[in-house]
C-alpha cells in the first residue's frame, strides 16, 4: 500500500506543482485527497479479499537442504567458471 501511496503522491505533485496543470484550490484539493483515500480503501480491500487467511497448509514432499562443503563448491563453481572463460 505505501508504493502506491507513494505513486500517488508523485502524480499530484508531477500534475498540481512541477507542470501546473491543474491548479491547488480548495476545490481540487479535497477532491485529490478523497480519491487518494478511496484508492488506498480499494487496494487495501482487495488485498484482505484476494489474500489468503486463516489457517493455510501445504502438503508436499520436503526436500532437504544442505550448504556446500569446499569441494562441492569448488566443482560447481568451478565448472560455471571454465564455461564463461
Not at 537442504?65 to 560455471?80: E, K
Amino acid at each position: 500500500m505505501v508504493i502506491v501511496a507513494l505513486l500517488y503522491a508523485i502524480l499530484v505533485w508531477l500534475l498540481f506543482f512541477k507542470l501546473r496543470w491543474l491548479r491547488w484550490g480548495w476545490g481540487t484539493g479535497t477532491f485529490t485527497v478523497i480519491l487518494g483515500a478511496l484508492l488506498c480503501a480499494v487496494f487495501v480491500g482487495c488485498l484482505s479479499y484476494l489474500a489468503p487467511t486463516g489457517r493455510v497448509t501445504v502438503i508436499s514432499r520436503v526436500v532437504e537442504v544442505a550448504p556446500l562443503d569446499t569441494i562441492g563448491w569448488l566443482l560447481l563453481y568451478g565448472r560455471a567458471l571454465t564455461l564463461y572463460l
